[in-house]
């Protein structure tokens, strides 16, 4: 068996050693300069020697150094053009993404044209649900709840901003409709319902009315159906509901609109991080979600 070190920390010398610069290294590895440093650290302590030394005109290689790195660019060229000799040609990268239905639906697919036109090698393919026959295969999971994931690279996409709507049907001479007279809407999630009224009803200081009369549904699209067609008030994250609000088929009930507690998570497993194709889309959903 070759006892070699990490291909990683053979990859880190080699960008370190072109760029001359831990923190440029960094930058096209999309890593910290931090952890360059570290592989770096780990390199010299397996080869027992130092590669680069600071010098006031920057970073220099060492003459071990020197030595190491012509021999290490032709090592990736060979095999990058060893794998290119096997590659399929125009093979598409799929990207398998888990996303709750509603999302998907009416944030996720308003989006994907830009991300498909940008990155046309990646093909996508985003279901509602994973079972355990494919749960590996998964590469992003988006995650409807309240807080991060410890059992992987977790990061908070955007919190919800919750606004009480109705149907402009039910409005009487510009009147909201009263809260007392009508159905509430309300989600269930995991089986129980989502405290969105109470938090909304909170934060307007109203307390006479029952929160826990009304509707439920299983999916957030039926509580925004049912609202469109006038079968009750809901209150609704309003990243859901732009072109509603644009185009005025629901209207909303106060200005008044509640952040959190709920948000959408990405998370994604620690052995898929490091792929190509899982940063790419997370640096866009990153850039999209926050403009």
């Not at 440029?24 to 890593?31: E, S, T």
């Not at 059992?151 to 709507?165: D, G, K, N, P, T």
């Not at 409709?177 to 009508?182: E, I, N």
Request: hydrophobic share 40%; net charge negative; aromatic share 6%.
């Amino acid at each position: 068996m070759r006892q070699l070190p990490s291909l990683n920390m053979l990859r880190v010398f080699e960008e370190v050693a072109r760029h001359r610069s831990f923190s440029q290294a960094a930058l096209g590895m999309n890593v910290t300069q931090g952890a360059v440093s570290r592989q770096i650290k780990q390199l010299e302590d397996y080869l027992g020697v130092t590669l680069f030394i600071r010098t006031p005109q920057g970073l220099s290689l060492t003459e071990a150094g020197t030595a190491l790195s012509p021999h290490l660019s032709d090592a990736f060229d060979h095999i990058e053009r060893a794998l290119q000799a096997v590659r399929v040609p125009n093979l598409r990268q799929r990207l398998r993404i888990v996303a709750p239905p509603t999302w998907a639906t009416r944030w996720l697919s308003a989006h994907l044209r830009a991300f498909c036109q940008r990155y046309p090698d990646i093909s996508l393919s985003v279901t509602n649900q994973a079972s355990h026959d494919n749960l590996a295969e998964i590469d992003c999971h988006i995650r409807f709840g309240l807080e991060a994931d410890s059992h992987c690279h977790s990061q908070l996409l955007v919190m919800e901003r919750h606004i009480a709507v109705a149907s402009p049907e039910l409005f009487t001479a510009g009147q909201p409709p009263d809260l007392q007279r009508l159905p509430l809407l309300h989600i269930l999630h995991n089986g129980k319902r989502l405290k969105v009224w109470e938090n909304w009803l909170a934060a307007m200081g109203r307390d006479d009315v029952d929160a826990g009369q009304g509707l439920e549904f299983s999916t957030l699209d039926q509580v925004i159906h049912t609202a469109l067609a006038g079968g009750g008030l809901a209150v609704i994250d309003r990243q859901m509901i732009e072109k509603e609000l644009a185009n005025g088929s629901l209207l909303p009930i106060t200005p008044v609109e509640v952040i959190g507690p709920y948000g959408y998570w990405l998370d994604v497993a620690n052995d898929k991080w490091g792929l190509s194709k899982v940063r790419l889309f997370t640096e866009w959903l990153e850039r999209v979600s926050n403009p």
